[in-house]
């Protein structure tokens, strides 16, 4: 039986009076690739980042591997749990390769320098994320889709089990989307990584998750095998569009096309 990693019962937040989750209860297994998709404003991020124990619920509770995730020291979490958030703001001239390293502060004794298992392994993230020529240069001097990549190596050389994704490749050209999300959904097949992604792009979702979550208004609509939950009907009800699911071979998932103020009547 798979094991379950996050249990999530009856969350409810709010920032002040403006409530965002509202009596959220879902569980997500290790070993899957899941897209949580929904309007803008709809709690994703909120979502996101009480599963990296960012934050808390102000109602309910959030258990981690069994155990509640708000209990759980900070250092030990960051072993076990990396999130590449959608906007990384940073004005200190870091290097590339510091920025990188830091993914490997959970792994590193206070007062000690990083071992040469840290340096290798931020090697191999930014050799993966296709940094590792800029590796000398400050992140202030890079472009927005370079700083990302960095940002995703960070998480990568971290080494955790759950890899949390908030629009992570939002500032990406498409080749370097692809590679990131094939490169992560290989590493869910190969070594039982679990994926947990807020995606604005629905086929792309469509094409590289095994289960995926809508959310509307700060609710959970539906979760369940993205084959079962890629229709027009979901589309409709999550963001009020009409559309056309056609299966495409390549892929071999479902790819939406939308109707447009000037498209003929379907």
């Not at 002040?16 to 709809?42: A, H, Q």
């Not at 590679?179 to 190969?190: A, C, I, Q, Y």
């Not at 979901?234 to 939308?258: C, D, N, W």
């Amino acid at each position: 039986m798979t094991e379950i990693c996050h249990d999530i019962r009856q969350a409810f937040f709010a920032y002040d009076r403006d409530i965002v989750l509202t009596g959220i209860s879902e569980t997500f297994k290790k070993g899957r690739f899941y897209g949580i998709l929904g309007p803008n404003g709809c709690g994703k991020t909120t979502l996101l980042d009480l599963m990296a124990g960012f934050i808390h619920p102000h109602r309910g509770e959030v258990r981690f591997m069994g155990k509640c995730l708000k209990k759980t020291p900070k250092k030990i979490l960051a072993k076990q749990i990396s999130l590449v958030s959608q906007n990384f703001y940073i004005n200190f001239p870091y290097r590339v390769s510091d920025v990188v390293m830091m993914g490997r502060y959970p792994y590193i004794q206070r007062f000690s320098r990083p071992s040469a298992r840290d340096f290798q392994r931020c090697d191999q993230a930014m050799e993966i994320t296709g940094i590792r020529r800029l590796k000398d240069q400050l992140v202030t001097e890079i472009s927005g889709g370079e700083r990302q990549r960095t940002v995703f190596a960070r998480a990568l050389a971290q080494d955790t089990d759950i890899l949390l994704l908030d629009e992570a490749t939002s500032n990406l050209d498409i080749r370097h989307s692809i590679h990131l999300l094939d490169t992560v959904k290989k590493m869910v097949r190969e070594k039982g990584l679990t994926v947990i992604s807020v995606f604005q792009d629905i086929n792309l979702a469509a094409v590289f998750c095994d289960e995926m979550v809508f959310m509307k208004t700060g609710t959970l609509v539906k979760k369940g095998p993205t084959q079962d939950l890629m229709t027009e009907q979901m589309l409709e009800t999550v963001f009020h569009i009409q559309s056309k699911i056609r299966f495409e071979p390549l892929y071999q998932a479902g790819q939406a096309v939308f109707k447009t103020g000037k498209a003929a009547s379907w």
